[in-house]
C-alpha cells in the first residue's frame, strides 16, 4: 500500500508528489489526463502588484487571514499557507528544475514585468531565465522576431503595441521553410522541435544577425522570441541560438500548447520517473472511498478516506481500487475536471462529493463582458483549514486523511489576483507539509 | 462615387438585397444601404430552415404555398447556398395523434408534397431521433445558409451596376412636396454624413421598418417578434426535423453544416435591437430537443442567438405565432400621400425573392419602368471556386478543397478549416479592413470562429494577419481583437456548463492570462 495517493496529473499534483517522494514517502500519481501544465504561459505569477511584491503579499495575507472567520466564502488559499509556503514551495520548485537546467529567476522584492505576444505587459514574481531579458523593468530597445507565415506569433503586432506603452520595440521575420510544408506540426511544439537541430538555430541566429547589422543596426539590446526555443535540447538550444546570435535572447510565450508548460512537466515526469513514483495517465478516478465520520455534540470524527476507484476500461460494472494511507486531490477546478457542472447549474466535486463554497445560482457564474467581469464562477471551490485538509463551510474537518491542493480550492481569483501559479505551488507544498512534518 | 440613384433599397437582409438585385436587373441604378454588415439583422440570425411550407400549411395556407413555390425557385437560382437535406414532420409521444392527417390533408391542399413513411424507415435515416414517434411524413425542406445568399446577392447588385454601401445608417429621409426624394445617410466608422438623391425609396428595413416609414411620417406598425434559437456542437440529424403539430417553441431542428441548430422561441418586444437570449428560453429549447432526440440536453450546446422577426398585418394586431407569416407591400403615395417610397414588410426568408419581385414590381409602375421582373431564372453566383463534382454544401467541402490545393497554407481556424489565404482575401475585399467589426464580418464571410472553440484560437491569429498585412494598426487591430471576442462571448454566455463552460475558461485563459487583451487600453 501507498503512503500517498495523488489524484491528479496538472501542476499541483506532480508537484505534490515530488514533493512527498523528496520527503521520503512512498507515492503514487493517478491521472485523467495530461493537466494544465500545456497551456500555462510559463512565468509564475504570485501576485499582481506594481510595489514591493513581499509587502503586498504580507498585506493580502493578513486581510484574508482575518476574513476567514466571517464564513460565507471560502478562505483565500495564501490565508491558509501563509507567505513561509509560498517561499519554500518556490524555493522547492527552483530546487527540482535546476538539475535539469530549467532555472527560475526573479524574487520578492518586484514583479517582473514580462511582455505577452501581443505586447501586454504582465507581471509575474518568477520566470525561466530564456524569460528573463524581456523584463521591460530594464532599459533597453529589443528586436522581436518571429518565423514568417507562422500562425501563432506575430511579431509586428507585439513590437506596435510595446512601442504604444513607451518601449522601443522593432519587429521582424526570418524564414523558415520547414514551416510551410504540408506535413509540418504547425503547432508551438513542433517548432521546438526545430529549433532543437541546430543547423536549424544556425540559419535563424544568421537571418537575425543580418537583421542587426542593417538599418536598425546597434541600438538593438535584446531580441524578443516566441518561446519555442528548444524542447528536448532546452535550455541548450536557447543558450546557443543567444550565443550565436550575439545578444541576450528571451522567449514570448503565445498560444498552447505551451512549450514552456511542456518542459516543466518533462522535468516533473522524469523525476519521479527516476525516483520511481508510479505516474499513471489515463487513470480517471471514479469515486473515493470512505468511512463515514460521526458528530455527536461538541466532539466530531472525521470520517477516512479508505481508497479511490478506477473504472477498468470496457467495463460498466468492473473498477480497480487504490488504497494509501493519505490522499491528495489535485484534480484541478472546472476547466481542470475536479469540479463538473451541468445545465440545471449544479456544480460538483467530481471524486468524493465534497461541498463547494462560493458558489452562486448559474446566471451569476459569469458577467455580460468577457474580459472585465472578474466572474464569479472562479471563487468557487473546496473550502480547506491550514493543515488543507477539506472542510464543510463551519470549518468541520470532513476527511482526516485527505488534502487538498490547487485550482479546486474556492476563496481565489487566479486569473485576476494573477496568483494562478503562486496558489498551486502554495497549496502543495503546504499540503505536503501539513501531511509529513 | 455617385451619390444620385433610380433608387435606394434601405436594409441589407434578404428582402433589401433581393430588391435591389431585382431593380438592378431591370437596368435601375440602385444603392442598397445596410447599417452594418449584410445579414446583420434578422437574415443572418435565422435557423437556416429553407421552409417546405408545412409548418405553415394547416394554419396559413397562404404563406405555405408562397413557400413551397419559391422553395422550388431558391434551388435553383441558388444552389450553392442550399443543402438539400430534406425535412420530416414527426408525430412525438408529446404530440397529438390526431394532428398529423388534418396537416397532411392541408398539406395535400397547398401542393405540398408529404409522403408519409414508416417509423422503421425515419430510424434507419435518422437513429437519432425518439423511437416512441408514431407517424413520419417526408417534405421538400432544405438547410439554407443566408450568409452565402447575401454575399452573392451583394456580388450580383455590384456587377450590374448597383452599389452596396454598408456601414451606412439612414438618419433621415428627405420629404418635399410630399414625396421622398433622398436620404441622409451617416458613414458609421467616420461619422460622416451625407445626402443620397434618389427617385423612389424601398423601406426594406425589416423589424426596423417602422422607424425608417415614420421618418417620412407614415405610420407602419411592425410587431417585432424574437425569437431565440440554440447551436448545438454536434449534427444529430442529416434532415430537417419538424414536430407535427401547431408551431410552437423550440420544434425544429436544422443540420447546418457540422452544426445543428434547434429554434425557436417567440417574445414579442418592443425594440427590435432586443437581441437578448433569456435563461428560461435556451432551457426551453433544451427541454423541447429532448422530446426529438433523445439525450439531447446533455450534449454540448455551442452558441445561443435570437432574431427578431417582421412581423406586420396591415390594419391587424396579431402578434407572435398567432401573426401570419405573409408579407404587405406598401405603396406609401396611396396609403398615406408620400410619394417616392414603398415599404416591404413581413413575410420569411424563403419568400425572400417574391417579396423583392412584388415591391420592385410597384418600383418600376412608379417610376414608369417597362421591364419584367428575371430573378426567377436568374442564377446566384458563388463568388468562391467551386470544386468540379462536390457541392459546397457537402460536409467535406473544404476539406476536399484544401486537399485539392496540395499546399494548404497553415490553417488559422481549425474548427471551420479556414485559410490564411482565406483571411487575406476576405480583409483584401473588405471595405474597412481597420474597422473594429472587421473580424466579425470575416466570420460571416468564413465562419471563422464559429465552431466549438468559438474564437479562442482563431482570433488573435486572424488579427495577426490583419495587422502584418497592414490593413489595420495595432490600436485598431486590438479594437477588432476585443470586439470579436466580446461577441463571441455574448453567443456563449447563456450556455456556459459542463465541456462548452471549460472552453470559455480555456478562452479567458488564452485572452486575459497569455495574451493579456485587457491589459492593452483598448482591448476590453
Not at chain 1, 223 to 240: E, K, R, T
Not at chain 2, 117 to 123: G, K, R
Not at chain 2, 222 to 234: E, F, I, L, Q
Request: aromatic share 6%; proline share 6%.
Amino acid at each position: 500500500m501507498d503512503d500517498i495517493l495523488v489524484i491528479g496529473g496538472g501542476p499541483a499534483g506532480l508537484f505534490s508528489a515530488w514533493l512527498a517522494h523528496r520527503r521520503g514517502a512512498r507515492v503514487r500519481v493517478l491521472s485523467t489526463g495530461i493537466g494544465t501544465t500545456h497551456i500555462m504561459p510559463g512565468w509564475i505569477g504570485v501576485l499582481d502588484t506594481d510595489g514591493d511584491l513581499e509587502s503586498a503579499l504580507t498585506d493580502w495575507i493578513d486581510l484574508h487571514q482575518h476574513h476567514r472567520d466571517s464564513g460565507s466564502t471560502a478562505p483565500h488559499p495564501y490565508g491558509l499557507t501563509g507567505l513561509d509556503s509560498i517561499r519554500a514551495g518556490i524555493a522547492a520548485l527552483q530546487e527540482l528544475c535546476e538539475p535539469a537546467g530549467l532555472h527560475l529567476v526573479g524574487g520578492f522584492e518586484r514583479n517582473l514585468r514580462l511582455p505577452t505576444a501581443l505586447g501586454a505587459v504582465v507581471p509575474a514574481a518568477f520566470a525561466p531565465e530564456s524569460f528573463a531579458a524581456g523584463d521591460l523593468n530594464r532599459p533597453g530597445s529589443m528586436l522581436i522576431a518571429g518565423p514568417a507565415g507562422w500562425r501563432d506569433f506575430f511579431p509586428a503586432l507585439c513590437a506596435a503595441n510595446l512601442r504604444r506603452q513607451g518601449v522601443q520595440a522593432e519587429a521582424c521575420t526570418f524564414d523558415l521553410p520547414e514551416i510551410a510544408s504540408a506535413k509540418f506540426d504547425n503547432l508551438s511544439t513542433g517548432l521546438a522541435r526545430l529549433f532543437d537541430r541546430s543547423s536549424v538555430r544556425e540559419r535563424v541566429a544568421a537571418q537575425i544577425r543580418a537583421q542587426l547589422n542593417g538599418a536598425m543596426a546597434q541600438k538593438i539590446l535584446r531580441i524578443g522570441m516566441p518561446a519555442v526555443l528548444g524542447l528536448d535540447d532546452y535550455p541548450g538550444a536557447w543558450c546557443h541560438l543567444q550565443d550565436l546570435i550575439g545578444a541576450p535572447v528571451f522567449e514570448i510565450p503565445t498560444l498552447p500548447p505551451s512549450v514552456p508548460g511542456t518542459r516543466l512537466y518533462n522535468i516533473f515526469k522524469d523525476a519521479l520517473g527516476h525516483a520511481g513514483v508510479q505516474f499513471l495517465l489515463n487513470m480517471p478516478v471514479g469515486r473515493g472511498l470512505w468511512e463515514p465520520g460521526r458528530s455527536e455534540v461538541g466532539d466530531a470524527h472525521p470520517g477516512v478516506v479508505s481508497g479511490v476507484a478506477v473504472p477498468v476500461a470496457g467495463s460498466a460494472v468492473r473498477e480497480r481500487v487504490y488504497r494509501a494511507h493519505d490522499f491528495i486531490l489535485a484534480t484541478g477546478g472546472l476547466y481542470g475536471g475536479g469540479i463538473t457542472s451541468n445545465h440545471r447549474g449544479e456544480l460538483r466535486e467530481a471524486v468524493f462529493g465534497l461541498p463547494l463554497t462560493g458558489t452562486r445560482p448559474m446566471p451569476e457564474w459569469f458577467g455580460d463582458r468577457f474580459l472585465q467581469a472578474k466572474h464569479a464562477i472562479h471563487d468557487s471551490g473546496i473550502t480547506a483549514n491550514d493543515q488543507m485538509q477539506p472542510t464543510r463551510p463551519d470549518g468541520e474537518v470532513l476527511y482526516q486523511n485527505l488534502r487538498v491542493a490547487g485550482r479546486l480550492l474556492g476563496g481565489y481569483n487566479g486569473p485576476y489576483e494573477g496568483s494562478t501559479e503562486g496558489v498551486w505551488i502554495a497549496t502543495a507544498y503546504r499540503a505536503v507539509s501539513a501531511l509529513l512534518d | 462615387m455617385s451619390n444620385e440613384f433610380d433608387v435606394l433599397v434601405i436594409g441589407g437582409g434578404a428582402t433589401g438585397g433581393g430588391t435591389a438585385l431585382d431593380l438592378a436587373l431591370r437596368g435601375l441604378r440602385v444603392a442598397l444601404v445596410e447599417r452594418h454588415d449584410l445579414t446583420d439583422g434578422t437574415s443572418g440570425r435565422y435557423h437556416g430552415l429553407l421552409h417546405s411550407g408545412g409548418r405553415y400549411a394547416a394554419r396559413d395556407p397562404e404563406s405555405a404555398r408562397e413557400c413551397i413555390e419559391e422553395n422550388r425557385i431558391l434551388r435553383r437560382i441558388v444552389p450553392h447556398a442550399i443543402e438539400d437535406t430534406g425535412g420530416f414532420f414527426i408525430t412525438t409521444p408529446d404530440d397529438d395523434p390526431d394532428f398529423a392527417d388534418t396537416w397532411a390533408a392541408a398539406c395535400r391542399e397547398c401542393g405540398i408534397s408529404a409522403e408519409e413513411i414508416s417509423i422503421a424507415q425515419l430510424l434507419q435515416e435518422e437513429p437519432a431521433l425518439n423511437p416512441h414517434t408514431s407517424r413520419a411524413f417526408r417534405v421538400p425542406d432544405a438547410s439554407c445558409d443566408s450568409f452565402d445568399v447575401l454575399t452573392a446577392l451583394g456580388a450580383a447588385i455590384q456587377a450590374h451596376q448597383g452599389s452596396v454601401l454598408t456601414y451606412h445608417e439612414v438618419v433621415d429621409l428627405d420629404v418635399t412636396d410630399g414625396r421622398v426624394t433622398g436620404a441622409m445617410v451617416r458613414n458609421q466608422r467616420t461619422g460622416e454624413t451625407h445626402r443620397l438623391a434618389t427617385s423612389m425609396v424601398v423601406n426594406a428595413a425589416g423589424a426596423w421598418a417602422g422607424r425608417i416609414a415614420g421618418m417620412a411620417g407614415c405610420p407602419v406598425t411592425v410587431r417585432p417578434s424574437k425569437g431565440t434559437m440554440v447551436a448545438m456542437a454536434y449534427r444529430f440529424v442529416n434532415t430537417i426535423i419538424n414536430r407535427c403539430h401547431l408551431p410552437g417553441d423550440g420544434d425544429i431542428l436544422v443540420p447546418v453544416g457540422t452544426v445543428a441548430v434547434i429554434g425557436t422561441t417567440s417574445v414579442n418586444v418592443p425594440d427590435p435591437n432586443d437581441t437578448s437570449v433569456e435563461d428560461w428560453e435556451v432551457r426551453k429549447m433544451l427541454e423541447e430537443g429532448e422530446k426529438m432526440v433523445p439525450g439531447f440536453s446533455q450534449a454540448r450546446a455551442l452558441r445561443a442567438w435570437a432574431g427578431v422577426r417582421p412581423l406586420y398585418e396591415e390594419g391587424g394586431s396579431a402578434a407572435g405565432r398567432e401573426a401570419k407569416r405573409t408579407f404587405a407591400v406598401l405603396d406609401h403615395l396611396q396609403r398615406d400621400g408620400v410619394g417616392g417610397l414603398v415599404t416591404v414588410v413581413g413575410g420569411k426568408f424563403t419568400t425572400y425573392r417574391l417579396m423583392a419581385e412584388r415591391a420592385a414590381d410597384l418600383v418600376c409602375n412608379q417610376l414608369d419602368v417597362d421591364a419584367p421582373c428575371i430573378t426567377k431564372e436568374f442564377i446566384l453566383p458563388d463568388v468562391r471556386q467551386p470544386l468540379t463534382g462536390v457541392k459546397p454544401h457537402w460536409l467535406g467541402y473544404r476539406l476536399a478543397h484544401l486537399e485539392e490545393e496540395r499546399q494548404p497554407g497553415p490553417l488559422v481556424c481549425e474548427c471551420e478549416l479556414v485559410t490564411r489565404a482565406d483571411i487575406e482575401q476576405a480583409t483584401a475585399e473588405h471595405p474597412d479592413p481597420a474597422a473594429p467589426w472587421v473580424l466579425d464580418d470575416l466570420r460571416r464571410d468564413l465562419r471563422l470562429g464559429m465552431g466549438p472553440c468559438q474564437g479562442g484560437f482563431c482570433g488573435y491569429r486572424a488579427a495577426g494577419i490583419l495587422h502584418e498585412n497592414g490593413a489595420a494598426n495595432a490600436e485598431q487591430t486590438n479594437a477588432a481583437l476585443a470586439d470579436f471576442a466580446q461577441r463571441r462571448w455574448k453567443g456563449q454566455r447563456p450556455l456556459l456548463w459542463g465541456q462548452g463552460l471549460r472552453q470559455a475558461l480555456l478562452d479567458e485563459h488564452i485572452y486575459h492570462d497569455i495574451l493579456g487583451l485587457d491589459r492593452l487600453d483598448n482591448g476590453t
